[in-house]
């Protein structure tokens, strides 16, 4: 199955007739995908032997009216989207310099049924020597986030008894994949992390960390996991790397 029949499928199995409904217009989710995939190819440059970049960060720029019937599922088309472009990317050989962003935007001068494909080039979040490393390029967090405020404590093996290196990310985007690979929105560089050892995920209010079969495991308080949902105060270790999960009363 090719990565557009794979995007489909996905689409199919979420709300049931939801995209069907949001999209009465000619407009389809799987004409973005493959002007995504296209973009991707267009704007493909080898930067080393065995290196191809390729954009990482997409807008998709709508119709003011489908953007208004889109505005509601956009974070699970954004998910699905990004997901798409990963893929590609493992089939076609192609890198990225960090994590891959989707994002929607309604314009006046384009008509309903019609779009266009913006992308860029931009690094991620990394974790480096005691230091979360935030480019002057990396896109503004949007104001607010989550009920609660849920972040992580991020310390790593040189952290003192005093927390003294200890920073905090703000968890402000409903999928959130953890990891040595550039293409992470929050890169660890540890050894003992997998290059995507695990993602975040907001659901229904819920902050859920899921193992993504990293080779030396996740652990949470201690314990192996595979999908735990996290609470104020949960810590969790991804190989030499301490990730303190918290949350303010949301109530």
Same mark, same amino acid.
């Given at each position: ?12 199995g ?17 004409e ?10 267009d ?18 720029e709508?119709?003011?009216?489908d953007?208004?019937?889109?505005d509601?599922?956009?974070d ?16 076609q050989?192609?890198s ?7 994002r929607?935007?309604?314009v ?5 049924g ?9 690094? /991620?979040? +990394?974790?480096?020597?005691? @230091? $979360?490393?935030? &480019?002057a390029?990396? *896109?503004p ?11 992580l ?6 952290a003192?008894?005093? /927390?003294? +290196?200890?920073?905090?990310y @703000? $968890?402000s985007? &409903?999928?959130?994949? *953890? ?21 975040i ?14 080779t030396?495991?996740t ?26 999960f918290?949350r303010?009363?949301?109530y």
């Open positions: 199955m090719g990565v557009l029949q794979r995007f489909e499928s996905r689409l199919e979420m709300v049931e007739g939801a995209f069907a409904r949001a999209f009465k217009s000619e407009l389809q989710p799987v973005v995908a493959s002007a995504i995939q296209r973009e991707m190819d704007r493909a440059a080898i930067v080393a032997q065995g290196r191809t970049l390729v954009p990482n960060d997409f807008v998709v709508l119709a003011e009216d953007y208004a019937r889109l509601v599922y956009a699970s088309l954004g998910i699905e989207l990004a997901t798409l472009a990963r893929e590609y990317a493992k089939e050989g192609y990225f310099v960090g994590p891959v962003r989707m929607f935007e309604g006046r001068d384009l008509t309903t019609m779009f266009r494909i913006l992308s860029g080039v931009i690094r /991620g979040t +990394t974790v480096e020597d005691g @230091e $979360i490393r935030r &480019p390029s990396d *896109l967090q949007p104001a607010g986030g989550f009920h609660g405020k849920p972040r404590l991020v310390s790593g093996p040189e003192g008894s005093d /927390g003294s +290196t200890q920073r905090t @703000e $968890i985007a &409903p999928l959130i994949i *953890l990891g040595r690979g550039t293409d992470c929105d929050l890169r660890l560089v540890d050894p003992g992390v997998s290059r995507h050892h695990a993602e995920r907001v659901e229904d209010g819920e902050v859920v960390l899921v193992d993504l079969g990293s030396n495991g652990f949470v308080n201690g314990q192996p996991v595979r999908r735990v949902a996290l609470t104020d105060g949960t810590r969790v270790t991804l190989g030499r790397t301490t990730l303190v918290r303010d009363s949301i």
